[in-house]
């Protein structure tokens, strides 16, 4: 049982770039979550999806788009990378479950 | 709105000592609450949680969490720390119902030989 798979693992990209990080549950959870990890500030809610065809956004938002594909996909896309955006990226399912995270995308912006 | 204070951004003890983690949340709502925990280069597992009656959760690995309305605090106990509990922790907040779960900043734990 594979849980909540992100896809890549790590990233490195200039300036400017673009790229979708990718996130899929088994769990058959209603809604995903995209956070991000930065040295002392905890876990941040960038977007969420409470079920398919909804998404809303989190604390941090801008910057972020996302996509809810089906009910096991949920895509973080970066359209121009900044370096303030070099962060750990993880993607979280539930449904009236507490969450169950991924692993994690580490992503660095240069 | 809720937050989640945890107070110490870096904890170490000795094999044996008491791990004693500290959080303190605001809501303005009866909270649920939860502690999970990092390794190492992966993703958040579920350490325990508190959602309504017994104030005193058990959780796995030996730990416990004790929800103290009166403080406003859910503290995170073990008696005897082992060198694998060495990890990041967090302690988090949600309303019933709610969607959005809010995370401290965590606290790192280091364990000395």
């Known amino acids: 049982n594979a849980g909540v798979t992100q896809t890549p693992k790590f990233q490195v990209l200039k300036t400017g770039q673009s790229m979708t990080l990718q996130c899929a549950q088994d769990?058959?959870?209603?809604?995903m979550y995209w956070y991000r990890q930065d040295p002392g500030m905890g876990l941040r809610l960038i977007y969420y999806?409470?079920?398919?065809?909804?998404?809303d956004k989190g604390e941090v938002p801008n910057g972020y788009n996302v996509s809810r594909l089906n009910k096991r996909e949920f895509s973080l896309r970066l359209e121009s990378a900044a370096p303030s955006q070099t962060s750990v990226y993880f993607c979280?399912?539930?449904?009236?479950?507490?969450?169950?995270f991924g692993n994690g995308t580490r992503l660095t912006v240069t | 709105a809720q937050s989640v204070t945890q107070l110490g951004s870096h904890v170490s003890v000795s094999e044996g000592a008491l791990v004693l983690l500290r959080c303190n949340y605001s809501s303005s709502v009866p909270p649920y609450l939860f502690w999970y925990v990092q390794y190492p280069n992966q993703g958040l597992q579920l350490l325990l949680k508190?959602?309504?009656?017994?104030?005193l959760v058990k959780g796995i690995n030996g730990f416990e969490a004790e929800f103290k309305k009166s403080e406003t605090s859910f503290h995170l106990t073990k008696p005897s720390a082992h060198m694998s509990d060495a990890a990041e922790y967090f302690c988090?907040?949600?309303?019933?119902?709610?969607?959005?779960?809010?995370f401290g900043q965590g606290t790192r734990l280091t364990i000395n030989p």
């Open positions: 979280a399912s539930r449904s009236r479950s507490p969450l169950h």
């Open positions: 999806s409470a079920s398919e065809g909804t998404t």
């Open positions: 988090a907040v949600k309303r019933w119902a709610a969607q959005k779960l809010v």
């Open positions: 769990m058959n959870h209603n809604s």
């Open positions: 508190y959602t309504t009656g017994a104030t």
